[in-house]
Every structure is written in structure tokens, then in C-alpha cells.
């Protein structure tokens, strides 16, 4: 028996591009943009304007996610929905509308908001503009949108976040091409990492601003911690994932928690002639305004090897000059989405919390197992019998538990997520949800693991 500690809280988390659709939406983000301009370049050619319909049909998500025992929801507020002018931060009525309608249904259902303010969806207008957050203009302006967020539901919002996964937003957009605006431009990802960080430090302050030392309201950030292995003890692979090590995780982890960057990091960007642009305001602004907690996003680990050609061979600079991902002989799959699945890590990132992020209150912010084709496990009545997903969740439950026993202070668990929702590029390929949505009738109907995951969360524990 596995038991979790006294409140430990089980939640799920979706954002408001991937659900709401995008009715009624006063302007574009980069998605619903990029969508316009090149439909073929999502599965299927799914885009983001119906989504899981969540805009007209919360009040029934709602209640289908409470009877699958999710007591607490992430999802995120659109700054393209909400705001009106991006300069002067007037609110679009109607949006601002919406989002008190749906805190309110929450509060009603018993599901506890935990609010983030970005999950990669910046307004098209500021990506055009300014080039987004290769832009520091564009930090002021996300922490004047952050600050209307507070103003507008911090009466009912206790938990708020700044960035999901900021790291995807560099490997998407400025490293790999599968977010808009497709760059390809390695110095140009480390300013865009920089000026996250700084995104992020200026929407927390606002927020210190307002609640002062109220400690009934928290802010944190969610990462996707990706821990890297090295392939082999040899000196060469140790050195690839020291590397990857301190630009996919500690790159963001440091300056959130402990208010600093890496040294060896700042060095090697120095030397590489790519460091970002700073100053010492900033970086004073970085040391005092880190988080109270801290979300993370785990799915697979970062296996890496010592690269395979020199690094003459890349030029201009990317980050891969010093590593190659490496795919470890025997390891267990997620085939569907190409993701290995390595529960231990989270046991591994429970314990470096604890020993080196002065063992900060945390939670899992998110964790999943995205599937396709799941009519393929349906049974007669038509409930998608999801064996597969308890499992994972059952594997990383352990490893967390693990952890938590260890002393790291875990205090959730927030799956990947309630209800089906559609996922960027990759719109419905994978379901990931404890809930399913027919997408062409948007029926939503609880699966297996939406009916363990009820109990789970009502026992606080699981055998
Ligand atoms: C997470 C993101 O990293 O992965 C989500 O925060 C995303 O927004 C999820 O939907 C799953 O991604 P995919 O591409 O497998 O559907």
C-alpha cells in the first residue's frame, strides 16, 4: 500500500489554448496564427479552434473532472484573450468574463484553481512586433498582463504560475522548428532563456507587490525537468551530460529557486561568445524575486552521449555541439509518442530538490502517458479500458512516493491531463486524458483510469 501524505493534493492540468478553443478570442496567439497561414503542418490538420470546447462546455468538464476525483486543476489564462491592448493592459470584457465564470464553477465543483499565465501561447501581435520574448520590452509587457490577472481573481486564486515549461518555448520556436516562429538560431534561444527568467522575476514581483508577506497566496513557475544520464562513465559522455544537464534543467531551476544563474553554465556561453545580454539590475531583480514553489513537468529522461562530429560541424552556434541524444539499448517505450518511460527519474528529481533546491515545497505539475487510437481499447459500452495509463501512473506514483519518504517535500500530483486535449502540432494524435473526448460529437466520457484515478485521489492511496 501506497499512502501519500495528510493533503497531499491530486489534480490535472490542460492550459487554455489546448482546451477552451478559440471562440469569441479577441486576438491570435502564435498557434492559432501559425494555423491560419499552414493548416498541413498540424496531425491531420486539426487546429486550435474547437479544441475540447472547453470555452462553452466547462460547466460539464467540471463536473466530469470532479467525478474523476481531480481536485485541483492548472490550467492557463490566454493573454490573447484576455487583454484588449497588449500595452495598456485594458481587459477584453468579454474574456475577463469568461475566466471569472470558470474560477467560480471550479470553486463550486470542489476543484482548487492553480493558475499559469503562459503555456507557449504568445499574442501573434507581440511575436510580429517585437519578436515575443527575444524581446525585453515584452517582459514588462507579460508582467503588466500578470498583474491584471491578480488584480482580476486573486480574491479566489491562491495558486499562480508564471511560465510552463519555458524551456519549450526556445526548443520549439528558436532550435528545432516545431513552434511558431520556426527560428533556428542558437545565440538567439540563450537571449530568449534569459529573457524568460526575466519574464518570470518581473510577474513575481508585481504579485510580492499586491500580497506583500501573505502567505495564503503562492507564485511558483513549472518546469519540464528532464534529467540527463550519461551514456557510459567515460569521461566524454560525463561531460555531455554535465553539459545538458545545465542547459535543459538548471538553466531555468537556478534562477527560479536559488535567484542565480550557473557559473560553468555562464562561463561556457562567455567563452562560446553567446551569453546573453544582462544587467546588474536584472540580475538583482533575478536574486530576489525567485519562487515560493515549484510546478514540474515529467515525462522521460535526458539520455545523452559525447557528441558525434566536432562541433566545427555546427555552426552557427546550438547547444548540440555538446551533446547527442542517446537511445539506451533494452529501454522501455511509450512507442506511440517516442518517449522513453523511466519512473526512477522522478525519484532522482525528488532527491536533487531536497539536497540542492533548498528542498522547496514542489509538486508534479504534470505527468501522462499520451496514447493513440484508443477506440482500440474500448470495451462493449464504449469506456476505453486504459490499463496502460494506471500503470504508468502506478510506476511513477511509486517512484514519488519513494522520494517523498526520502524527505523531498512533494505535496502533489497533477496528471496529464483531465480530459483530452489537443496538443499543439500533434492536435489529437496522442490522448492523454483520464477523460475522453470524441472530438467530432465532443462527448467526454470517463476512462478506466478516470474511475482509478477517482479512488486514488478519495484514499489517498493505492496498492
Ligand atoms: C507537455 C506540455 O510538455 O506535453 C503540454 O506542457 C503538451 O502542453 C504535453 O500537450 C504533451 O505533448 P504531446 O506532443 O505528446 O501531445
New binding site residues.
Partial sequence: MYTFPKDFIWGA???GP?SEGNFKKRHQNVFDYWYTKDPSAFYAGVGPDTTSNFYNDYENDLKLMHQAGIKALRTSIQWSRLIADFETCEVDQKGADFYSRVIDAMLANGITPYINLC??DMPVELQHKYGGFESKHVTDLFAGFAKKCFELYGDRVDHWFTF??PK?ILDGGYLYQFHYPLKVDGPLAVQVAYNLNLASAKAIKAFRELYGQDKSKKIGT?L?LTPAYPASDSPKDQAAAEFAELWANKMFLEPAVLGHYPQKLVEILERDGVLWEQTPAELQLLKEQTVDVLGV?F?HPFRVKAPAVSSASLQPWMPDIYFDEYEMPGRVMNVD?G?EIYPKALYDIAVNIRDNYNNIEWFVS?N?M?VSSEERFMDKNGMVCDDYRIEFMKKHLKALHRGIKAGSNCHGYFV??GID??????AY??R?GLIRDDIHTQIKTLKKSGHWFHELSNKNSFE
Fill in positions: 492540468a490542460t492550459s489546448q503555456h507557449f510552463n515549461e519549450v513549472i519540464n513537468n515525462y509518442k518517449w504534470e501522462g499520451g496529464w491531463t486535449c489537443w496538443s499543439w502540432k500533434n494524435r496522442n492523454y
